[in-house]
């Protein structure tokens, strides 16, 4: 196989003539089961095989606490156990998060992930105990057992995401993986309104749900070990993931800090991270929950996910458009983001205007819970078939394809700013943890009562004013490419030894496997 000169490799290696200076021999693959091609020539050992089994790992487990926290309260008529268990386990995530992309360097990608789908599962098995013992301790230790191990469940996941594809294609990978980790969602919310469709009543979830969630969350914890370590994984030019040779508990607790060091600006991006989840339980609770009925709210619930399958995909492909420099396509990424967010959150102002939490307690007995307030003053939640939905449900609708665009683009605009796996390991540990504390916040302030009105106002406020603190980010570190140099800073690896391995297919040429 032809030697790759390390002086003629630049970092960015997607295509052949921002790789090479001059033509070199096709790639021989390792000769090994994992470059065997099983999927459109793919190997398994692949960026995009890796990419598709963490996505249906993440299908399985986050998918379905999504399915059931979209309902509202956790599919609970009573948001008491929901709010418990959310606030105890966004907390915990929110510290464990924080640290995850040290114990993701140390443990591997596929421990990290089994681990994280465990709590899943247990979290949906105490919801399910719920309904016939209402054990509040249980769903809220459930919930700070979930904490910890989506911390490091996430920082797997964003690691893979972000490091594994070619600069020119993690828009691409991002909104594959946000298709199809929403799309369990989408399939998770369909079994509920199948199982009310034909009840206008506002009722728990039955047994049957959580227990087909359970299963899912087990077989997706199971899915985790048929993946490869990051070092096994090769792109079809050629090159490797950057990764600590020999990590240590030491040294990947100092890398954790040496990112604050060598990247001070994501600080700027912090108020981003802290935004992009302080918005669920106004979206889930406080107008799924609070304004619709069961059947209702698993229909909003499909459409929600479904328009967040539509906003990855426009906002992920676009990220990717090969006719505009990064850098230019970053800055338009940042105006469609913050024009989106004033026409959808303005739209929601004017319907936030219509209803209060004073008039969601007011349910009429039967349909909700006995509340002691006068007959005359009661009422039934909001179904499909009555006058006016058409605006609320256009309105979730939008909240959803929002909240895609908004996911979309903090992963790419992070993937744009280094492509080392260590990096953005502790970059998405730093995004999921920062993103938790938001999450807890919210769903304690719900739980104290706080008025619909002042929770909607800090969702439209924070997320203005977060686009405002990473603006300087996307204008003056975003590049077009990052040089190699940057991306091996903190590592143990060398130029040589990194530019070695990006050994290029030329155009017209195909991988092939090592005899």
């Known amino acids: 196989m032809a030697e790759v000169d390390p002086k003629d490799v630049s970092h960015d290696v997607s295509t052949p003539e921002a790789s090479v200076t001059e033509p070199q021999g096709v790639l021989e693959l390792p000769h090994s089961w994992k470059y065997k091609k099983i999927l459109g020539g793919w190997w398994y050992a692949s960026p995009p095989v890796q990419l598709l089994i963490v996505s249906f790992v993440c299908f399985m487990c986050p998918g379905m606490f999504n399915a059931i926290n979209g309902m509202g309260g956790g599919g609970q008529m009573d948001a008491t156990a929901n709010n418990h268990a959310n606030t105890a386990l966004y907390s915990t995530f929110s510290v464990v998060g924080f640290f ?208 967040q399958i539509v906003g990855a995909y426009v906002f992920g492909f676009a990220l990717d458009f090969g006719g505009v420099r990064r850098t230019t396509r970053a800055r338009i990424a940042w105006a469609a983001l913050f024009a989106l967010i004033m026409i959808v959150w303005g739209c929601g102002y004017k319907f936030q205007t219509t209803y209060t939490r004073e008039w969601a307690s007011a349910i009429k007995p039967g349909t909700g819970g006995d509340t002691g307030i006068p007959e005359e003053f009661l009422h039934k939640k909001k179904d499909w078939s009555d006058p006016g939905f058409a605006g609320p449900f256009v309105l979730y609708m939008f909240y959803g394809f929002a909240d895609a665009a908004w996911q979309t683009c903090v992963y790419w605009f992070m993937g744009s700013l280094t492509n080392s796996g260590r990096k953005l390991a502790n970059f998405a540990g730093f995004y999921k943890g920062i993103q938790s504390v938001g999450s807890a916040v919210t769903w304690a302030l719900d739980d104290h009562k706080i008025s619909y009105m002042n929770m909607f106002a800090s969702n439209w406020g924070l997320l203005i004013g977060s686009l405002l603190c990473a603006l300087p980010v996307i204008l003056w570190k975003v590049e077009d490419t990052v040089p190699l140099e940057k991306d091996i800073q903190n590592t143990d690896e060398t130029i040589e030894e990194v530019a070695a391995k990006a050994v290029v297919v030329p155009a017209g040429e195909h991988v092939k496997e090592k005899a």
């Open 100 to 307: 995850a992309g040290t114990f993701t360097n140390k443990l591997g990608i596929r421990t990290a992930l089994s681990f994280g789908g465990i709590g899943y599962s247990v979290y949906v098995g105490s919801f399910l105990c719920y309904n016939h013992t209402k054990n509040l301790g249980f769903t809220t230790f459930a919930g700070a057992l979930l904490g910890t191990c989506a911390g490091i469940l996430w920082s797997a996941q964003g690691a893979i995401m972000m490091s594994y594809p070619p600069e020119n294609s993690k828009g691409r990978y991002i909104s594959w993986f946000w298709m199809i980790f929403n799309l369990g969602a989408v399939i998770g919310s369909l079994i509920p309104l199948g199982q009310s469709i034909h009840s206008q009543a506002a009722v728990n979830v039955s047994d049957g749900t959580y227990v087909g969630f359970l299963v899912l969350t087990l077989v997706g914890a199971a899915l985790a070990w048929t993946l490869v370590d990051a070092k096994d994984v090769i792109r079809d030019d050629g090159s490797k993931v950057i990764v600590m040779k020999h990590p240590s508990w030491s040294s990947e607790i100092m890398g954790l800090w040496e990112c604050f060091l060598t990247d001070p600006y994501i600080l700027a991006l912090f108020p981003m991270f802290l935004s992009s989840n302080w918005f669920y339980a106004y979206h889930f609770t406080e107008i799924n929950g609070a304004y619709f009925n069961t059947r209702t709210r698993a229909l909003n619930g499909v459409v929600y996910y479904s328009m």
